[in-house]
């Protein structure tokens, strides 16, 4: 194996190690997100809530080989994030935990800006990749918005570094109540390369911001 092969190696192990636990990113979420807070809520007419019918089928979302799903692709880390069918094209930013241990958030001030969080993997490997943003700001609708008024079957593109785009089908859109989140469900691992996109939802209140937040469920389906 050469050094640089070898290198390859070292660098995928110390970003393995650097990923955190879903376990312990479930207990974070339960309190909610930071983006969460962040939310205005303040215009005369909210933001799409998910249709009943949009609920992730459990039996596409327990696990378990997809005919036609591409083979897993290598890190690279995500470049912009693109949602047709809802107007999205919007750049994505690294984002972390923040200091309080909350999942970080993309600059509230900049509405088309999207955030993936780092300590998961990135859009196309093996495993759920994560994607967040805000669902408005101060000065109205922001990047997510339109995520409940999504449908099964559209289509969500990752545009990493390496050229490549990961294109995505959606399976499920859901809203959680922020204190009771289901955090395995929706951030565990199904055997293949996985996609959630979420932001703030549910019901709104000037005291305590929304109380929820829409995810949505995506599979690889697509590399090009």
Known sequence: MSASELADLAEEEERRKKRAPW????????????LIRNGSGEFDVGPPQPASAA???SRTSSGGTFLGV???LPY????RVRIPSIQV????????????GWVGAPPPEDPNLA?????AVSPGEKGTAVVVGHVDNTQGPAVFYGLGALKKGNRAEVARRDGKTAVFEIYGIEVFAKNNFPG???YG???????RIITCGGGFSKQNGYDGNVVVFARLVEVH
């Open 189 to 195: 691992s199904k055997g293949s390369p996985e996609l």
């Open 23 to 34: 376990g312990v990113i479930a207990l974070v979420l339960l309190t909610g997100l930071a």
């Open 184 to 186: 395995n469900r929706v």
């Open 115 to 119: 955030g993936w969080f780092t300590g």
């Open 55 to 57: 609920a992730a089928d």
């Open 76 to 79: 690279s880390e995500p470049d």
């Open 70 to 72: 591409p083979d897993p």
């Open 89 to 100: 094209d919007a750049p994505i930013t690294p984002v972390g935990l923040d200091a309080d």
